[in-house]
């Protein structure tokens, strides 16, 4: 059984920056990548950034130089720090986890539950 959780989510005014944590448990063997995207009610689940076991980082142009992503020392967590947040990037943020698990050895994907981010002055 994995577990995949956020937290950090919150109201904050435009401009401002707020930082969210992801962290996957249990019978984990290895994990492959990991990743953040956002959804707004009534549209599609949209991309935005990933980080790889190997280092690699990608970001969905509307957030770039504005969201870093990162990998925790424990290899099983991740952080989003997101500045200049603007009005737009108000949304359900969702940690997505491709993980192996050690009962089945096979490679998965997971969600968390998702940690509300609104930007509103």
């Known amino acids: 059984q994995v577990q995949v959780v956020e937290s950090g989510g919150g109201l904050v005014q435009p401009g401002g920056s707020l930082r969210l944590s992801c962290a996957a448990s249990g019978s984990i063997f290895s994990i492959n990548i990991m990743g953040w995207y956002r959804q707004v009610s009534g549209k599609e689940r949209e991309w935005v950034a990933t980080?790889?076991?190997?280092?690699?980082?990608n970001y969905a142009d509307s957030v770039k130089d504005r969201f870093t992503v990162s990998r925790g020392s424990a290899k099983n967590t991740m952080y989003l720090q997101m500045n200049s947040l603007k009005p737009e990037d108000t949304a359900v943020y969702y940690c997505n986890v491709h993980i192996r698990t050690m009962t089945t050895m096979r490679l998965s994907e997971y969600w968390g539950q998702g940690t509300q981010v609104t930007v509103s002055s």
């Open positions: 980080v790889t076991s190997g280092g690699t980082i």
